[in-house]
Each structure stands twice: as C-alpha cells, then as structure tokens.
C-alpha cells in the first residue's frame, strides 16, 4: 500500500528538498513576476522560454518538463502545468478538473516532489485542492513488485495581488478524506466485506470522537430496516446501519449524509451480465463519500451537527435472497413489491434516510450513491447527477460543484409525473420503473423520495454512478462537495 505523505507548507518548506518540481496555475499567473520570484534561482534564466511554449488558452490545459541542475550537482525535474481559461459556465471556473488529468503520474509515491500553484482568486483555492487529492498516487496498491515508496509531496500556494493564503490545514484533512474514501472504492470485495467495512467505521468512531450505532443482521428486521435487511440478508457477511454522530457544541445547524454501502453488487437473482458485473466492487462509493467527508468536516471542526449514515449490505445470490415478486416493508412504514433484485441500492437508501429524517429530522438531508448506470446516460462521466426538493437547494449544489470541483448538474424534479413509473396493484410502489426510457435516474431517486414522509427539511439526492470512478480506479468523488454544503456561501 501506497503511503506518500503529503503536507500543505509554506514556499520556504516546499522548497527546501524535491527532486522533482512542478508549477501550476494559468499562463499569465505563471508569468507574474511575483510567481518567477518565488522560484529555485537555476529556474529564472530558462523559465520565460519554457512558459513560452505553453498554450495560453484551450480548454484542455497544457503541461511541458525540463531538467534542472540542483544545487548538489545532480538533475531535477521541472514539470510547469499550465490551468485552462476556456471555460464554460458547467465547468469549475479554477481549471481544476484539466489540472487532476494533467497531474496524474506526474507524482510518484518514490520521489520527493514539490508542487507550487500560483493563485489570484480565492474562490479557487478548494478546488484546485481537490483535484491534487484526486490526482495521487491510490493509497491501495495490492501489486507484489510496487517498489519502495520513500517520497513525499509538499504542496504550496503563491498567493498573487491581495489573494488571501488558504487554510493549510483545511486542505490537508479534505485530502485526506478524499484519499480515505478513494482507497475504499478501490478495495477488493474479499477484503471489504460488511464485516471489515463495520470495522473501519468503529475505529474511525474512536478516532473521531463520534458517537456510534451499529445495527446489524436480524436486529435490522426487528427495529423495521426491512430494505437493507432483505438486500443482504443471504450474504456470507450479514448487512448493517452504522450510525457516526458529530455533535460540536456550537453547532447552529443539523445535517445527515446517508450513503449507499452495496459492498458488491452481482444484481441478485436479477443477475448482472459478466461484462457488468466486474467493478461492481465501487458499489460503497457514496458510503466511502460520506466518511471521507466526515473526517475531513470532524478535523476541520465544523460548526454543524452531521449524522453519517452508511447502508452496509452485499447483494448476493444464496437461499435467502430477495427474489421478484416478493413483497417487503421498508423504514418509512411502505410496501415495496420487488420486480428488480438489481434495483437495491434505492432500497437501502430509503430505510436510512427514513431513519435519519424521521428520527433525527435535520435541516439537511442529502443522500448518496453510485445509483443508476443511466445517471452517465443523463448527466456524464464527470458530472453527478442531483435532485433537490427546493430549487434554492438546487442551486446550491451546483455552485459547491462549480467550488469544489465534484461537479454536478440537476436531473429533472418532477414527482408527480413520475410516481407513475413505480405503481403496483399489490403494494405501495414497486422498486423498478416501468418504462426505461422515462428519466430513469430521475425516477431511482423519486423512489427515495418517497419514504420522506412528514420530513419538511431540505432533501438532496446526488447520484455519483459515473464520477466516482475514472481508468477503473476510484476518485474520491463527493468528498468536497459534502463537506462544501456545509457552509453557506
């Protein structure tokens, strides 16, 4: 397992040792004076003939290397990495989601690197940060030849004109809540199990100092969980709710993040093809979100009282699985006829976020998951797909996707035309639409929707199916922007 340590310093620390550099930010921030003054003096003579042979504009970004002479005698690399200003009003306005493609591999876990990023707007600074986080070596590497890893990356800002220095230590916890929740995304079913993963958010709980609820195996259908229970019941390693309270004592807000933990999904009777079912591993994306998010919100000390909620469940064939036409209660007190063992994520969700609203009833309730393959379909690879039930919420998390860089866009909000989808002459709802072709990740999250009830708090749902993952390795994707709408802007 990669380690890397990484450290947000001052430009004095970061450039006390590296043996490789690298220099970020937009063309004409890295052509600032104050910029070329900040660096190695054996950089000054060649930097405005390297800077030249960057694109100044594209939507892409650029990136070019040269080496250095160090002051040991030996060679250096100098990587520059020039952000994009072509951008449109959907993207990040920072450049950061180029700035993650264009650093990936250019940070190895053997090599002591030091990264500067050149910055004039203080709105950028979070994002740009994410997208380091994102673009690190992955914490979880199970190959027997992966090498030594004696490296270590320090990151600084160079702050140009009146731009504020950023929140070092705010930065090091959201990296670290995003490379927590990437390296569980990556973690092989036979190693995160239910068991393991209840494991992880134990000790996180001691960590922490969250208070903790474990519900688990029969203890789920007696306290009326019947969504998970049933989910994963046949399992070798049975389901569980985990509860991690964060209760500060000057907290003026209350918020729950319910994600969805489906440790692997082979689809259940409803089976998954061979050519669908491998990756199904990232299935806990939205469950390694919140974490994520919660240990970067828990260390940066947050004003806000956050229940995290993790559905915990692997869904299996055995001889207890949840079959088609079967007919089950959920939390929320409905009855689910089952027309769709691969539709389980939502049913999962709907017992948590019946459990956190009803029992906890937050000003906040967002859920998360790796839902519908049809969220890439509606929204993209990069952008996860919401719903909101108020359009000032909405708006919201647009902008925290824009700040953050996990971007999201909204999926259409219309319940009353799409309850139709889930109707069933023998239980309230079935649990998968009738029509595919009628905005299904729409319709997968108005099913969650609707175990509601009486909630009149605020309600997202973010659907993560495509960001959570890139070149079959998980991003973290969902950490920031969590730990983002926390605040109001």
Same mark, same amino acid.
């Not at 359009?391 to 999926?411: I, K, N, S, W, Y």
């Given at each position: 397992?990669?380690?890397?340590?990484?450290?947000?310093?001052?430009?004095?620390?970061?450039?006390?040792?590296?043996?490789?550099?690298?220099?970020?930010?937009?063309?004409?921030?890295?052509?600032?004076?104050?910029?070329?003054?900040?660096?190695?003096?054996?950089?000054?003579?060649?930097?405005?003939?390297?800077?030249?042979?960057?694109?100044?504009?594209?939507?892409?970004?650029?990136?070019?290397?040269?080496?250095?002479?160090?002051?040991?005698?030996?060679?250096?690399? &100098?990587?520059?990495?020039?952000?994009?200003?072509?951008?449109? @009003?959907?993207?990040?306005?920072?450049?950061?989601?180029?700035?993650?493609?264009?650093?990936?591999?250019?940070?190895?876990?053997?090599?002591?690197?030091?990264?500067?990023?050149?910055?004039?707007?203080?709105?950028?600074?979070?994002? $740009?940060?994410?997208?380091?986080?994102?673009?690190?070596?992955?914490?979880?590497?199970?190959?027997?030849?992966?090498?030594?890893?004696?490296?270590?990356?320090?990151?600084?800002?160079?702050?140009?004109?009146?731009?504020?220095?950023?929140?070092?230590?705010?930065?090091?916890?959201?990296?670290?809540?995003?490379? #927590?929740?990437?390296?569980?995304?990556?973690?092989?079913?036979?190693?995160?199990?239910?068991?393991?993963?209840?494991?992880?958010?134990? @000790?996180?709980?001691?960590?922490?100092?969250?208070? &903790?609820?474990?519900?688990?195996?029969?203890?789920?259908? @007696?306290?009326?969980?019947?969504?998970?229970?049933?989910?994963?019941?046949?399992?070798?390693?049975?389901?569980?709710?985990? @509860? !991690?309270?964060?209760?500060?004592?000057?907290?003026?807000?209350?918020?729950?993040?319910?994600?969805?933990?489906?440790?692997?999904?082979?689809?259940?009777?409803?089976?998954?093809?061979?050519?669908?079912?491998?990756?199904?591993?990232?299935?806990?994306?939205?469950?390694?979100?919140?974490?994520?998010?919660?240990?970067?919100?828990?260390?940066?000390?947050?004003?806000?009282?956050?229940?995290?909620?993790?559905?915990?469940?692997?869904?299996?064939?055995?001889?207890?699985?949840?079959?088609?036409?079967?007919?089950?209660?959920?939390?929320?007190?409905?009855?689910?006829?089952?027309?769709?063992?691969?539709?389980?994520?939502?049913?999962?969700?709907?017992?948590?976020?019946?459990?956190? #609203?009803?029992?906890?009833?937050?000003?906040?309730?967002?859920?998360?998951?790796?839902?519908?393959?049809?969220?890439?379909?509606?929204?993209?690879?990069?952008?996860?797909?919401? !719903?909101?039930?108020?359009?000032?919420?909405?708006?919201?998390?647009?902008?925290?996707?824009?700040?953050?860089?996990?971007?999201?866009?909204?999926? $259409?909000?219309?319940?009353?035309?799409?309850?139709?989808?889930?109707?069933?002459?023998?239980?309230?709802?079935?649990?998968?639409?009738?029509?595919?072709?009628?905005?299904?990740?729409?319709?997968?999250?108005?099913?969650?929707?609707?175990?509601?009830?009486?909630?009149?708090?605020?309600?997202?749902?973010?659907?993560?199916?495509?960001?959570?993952?890139?070149?079959?390795?998980?991003?973290?994707?969902?950490?920031? !922007? !969590?730990?983002?709408? $926390?605040?109001?802007?």
């Amino acid at each position: 397992m990669f380690s890397l340590p990484v450290s947000f310093t001052d430009l004095k620390q970061a450039l006390a040792e590296y043996r490789t550099l690298i220099c970020v930010g937009t063309k004409a921030n890295l052509s600032a004076p104050a910029f070329a003054q900040a660096l190695p003096p054996q950089s000054q003579a060649l930097w405005p003939q390297l800077l030249d042979t960057l694109a100044a504009n594209n939507s892409d970004g650029d990136a070019q290397s040269t080496w250095l002479p160090h002051d040991d005698g030996t060679l250096v690399k &100098l990587i520059v990495i020039a952000l994009p200003t072509e951008l449109s @009003r959907n993207n990040t306005a920072s450049g950061a989601i180029a700035l993650a493609d264009l650093l990936k591999g250019k940070i190895t876990p053997a090599t002591t690197t030091s990264l500067l990023v050149a910055i004039s707007n203080p709105d950028h600074h979070l994002s $740009l940060c994410t997208a380091i986080a994102k673009s690190l070596p992955p914490l979880f590497n199970q190959k027997s030849n992966s090498g030594t890893d004696e490296g270590h990356l320090s990151v600084a800002f160079v702050p140009l004109g009146d731009t504020p220095q950023p929140d070092l230590q705010r930065c090091l916890h959201l990296t670290e809540g995003i490379r #927590t929740c990437a390296s569980l995304v990556d973690m092989p079913p036979n190693l995160l199990d239910t068991d393991h993963f209840v494991d992880i958010l134990v @000790r996180w709980a001691t960590q922490l100092g969250c208070q &903790l609820e474990v519900v688990r195996g029969e203890d789920l259908q @007696r306290r009326a969980f019947g969504g998970i229970w049933h989910v994963g019941r046949t399992a070798p390693k049975g389901p569980a709710l985990v @509860r !991690l309270s964060y209760t500060p004592v000057n907290a003026n807000t209350t918020c729950a993040w319910i994600g969805k933990g489906i440790v692997y999904d082979t689809g259940g009777l409803s089976l998954k093809e061979k050519s669908t079912m491998p990756s199904m591993k990232g299935d806990m994306a939205g469950a390694a979100a919140v974490l994520g998010a919660l240990i970067a919100a828990v260390k940066c000390r947050v004003p806000v009282t956050i229940h995290a909620f993790f559905c915990l469940a692997e869904n299996a064939i055995g001889p207890q699985a949840l079959k088609p036409d079967d007919i089950i209660t959920l939390f929320s007190g409905k009855t689910v006829e089952i027309n769709n063992t691969d539709a389980e994520g939502r049913l999962v969700l709907a017992d948590g976020l019946a459990y956190a #609203t009803q029992v906890f009833n937050p000003d906040l309730a967002i859920d998360i998951a790796t839902l519908t393959g049809a969220q890439l379909v509606a929204t993209g690879k990069r952008h996860a797909g919401i !719903l909101a039930n108020s359009a000032a919420l909405e708006a919201r998390a647009v902008q925290a996707g824009l700040h953050t860089g996990d971007l999201v866009f909204p999926m $259409l909000y219309c319940p009353e035309l799409l309850r139709s989808e889930f109707k069933s002459k023998v239980a309230d709802m079935k649990n998968s639409v009738k029509d595919r072709m009628n905005a299904q990740s729409s319709c997968a999250g108005h099913f969650i929707g609707e175990h509601l009830g009486t909630y009149q708090g605020q309600w997202l749902h973010v659907d993560i199916a495509g960001p959570a993952w890139a070149e079959d390795r998980g991003t973290g994707f969902g950490v920031a !922007l !969590l730990f983002d709408l $926390l605040f109001n802007h």
